[in-house]
């Protein structure tokens, strides 16, 4: 048995079609077909069924699959740790992250990062919280960038910093227009019979909104859903609604719908974290990572407070 038939019977598995798993290996198919049909014999045991339209796993064939990916993340994970040992600055380090967070942190990371560690690749993978947390369980992502609180109890986590949460309102809603001298925070009681704009499900921050709604008392009325921040806060802007939003993603959209942010009493706040899955080698590149995000976090928490 051989390390690529391993690969091969994952692919195979992924696709569940012979010929797009064998473009996506770049060998011929009757060359996937032969290996395949090679591991079988070895093996005793039929691993996929065949069939006119598509490929489907056999019990053993799910059962090798499943063992067959744990051997391969852990030639991989040992090959790391390897390279770590030997020293060398070089490596690869496949991150999650969602599209809008990641928008407005990454290009002060990245451009740190590459100056620092010139020689260690990073590879982005964006996605929905739902999604990016399965990607970095199945060991499809090592790092994935994440807000509390995980849904997914096969991931370990490092904080890298707390991101204030402020209220994004029309420029002539009554809470933007009010007085100043009465109070400069707006309290989440006071939001109750507003129309909410919101993120769709699957996004994180949707469902930090409504628990923070939640603990002060009521459901957010929503009169609209977006995948993308910008849109909520456009729409926002327009008069649709109002909505709460991240700190460092609070900005004013490169458009002319502009809204109003206000500070929330009490200042709630969300957790960003580094999620990897438990038990986990971290890389010496990985961690390299983890400790430029979490300088660069804080520098920025710094700047914004002044």
């Given amino acids: 048995m051989e390390l690529r038939q391993l690969q091969y019977a994952l692919q195979i598995a992924a696709e569940k079609n012979f010929s797009r798993a064998a473009e996506k290996l770049h060998i011929a198919q009757p060359s996937l077909s032969q290996q395949l049909s090679k591991l079988e014999k070895e093996l005793g045991v039929l691993l996929f069924q065949r069939n006119t339209s598509s490929v489907e796993l056999t019990h053993a064939g799910a059962s090798f699959v499943s063992k067959a990916s ?13 390279s770590d040992i030997s020293q060398l600055r070089k490596g690869k380090v496949i991150v999650g992250s969602m599209p809008i967070t990641g928008s407005h942190l990454l290009p002060h990371v990245l451009p740190t990062f590459r100056e620092n560690y010139p020689d260690i690749e990073i590879t982005l993978l964006e996605d929905s919280s739902m999604n990016l947390e399965k990607l970095t369980a199945s060991g499809k992502s090592d790092l994935s960038l994440l807000s509390l609180p995980l849904q997914e109890p096969s991931l370990s986590y490092i904080e890298i910093g707390e991101e204030r949460i402020d209220l994004a309102v029309p420029k002539d809603h009554p809470l933007a227009l009010r007085d100043p ?68 993603i609070a900005r004013a959209p490169s458009s002319e719908f502009v809204p109003v942010y206000l500070p929330i009493e009490d200042t709630p706040s969300r957790t960003l974290v580094i999620a990897y899955r438990k038990g986990r080698y971290l890389s010496g590149a990985a961690e390299a990572f983890i400790e430029t995000f979490r300088t660069t976090i804080k520098e920025m928490s710094t700047e914004l407070e002044k």
Avoid at 70 to 82: C, G, N, P, S
Avoid at 198 to 221: I, M, S, W
Wanted: charged fraction near 25%.
């Fill in 70 to 82: 744990d051997i391969l993340d852990a030639v991989e994970l040992l090959k790391q740790e390897m």
């Fill in 181 to 248: 001298a009465s109070s400069s925070q707006v309290r989440l009681e006071e939001l109750a019979e507003e129309s909410f704009v919101v993120l769709k499900k699957g996004q994180g921050f949707r469902k930090l909104t409504f628990d923070l709604c939640q603990a002060a008392g009521f459901e957010p009325k929503v009169v609209f859903e977006s995948n993308n921040m910008e849109t909520v806060q456009s729409l926002v802007a327009t008069g649709m609604g109002i909505t709460l939003v991240p700190r460092f």
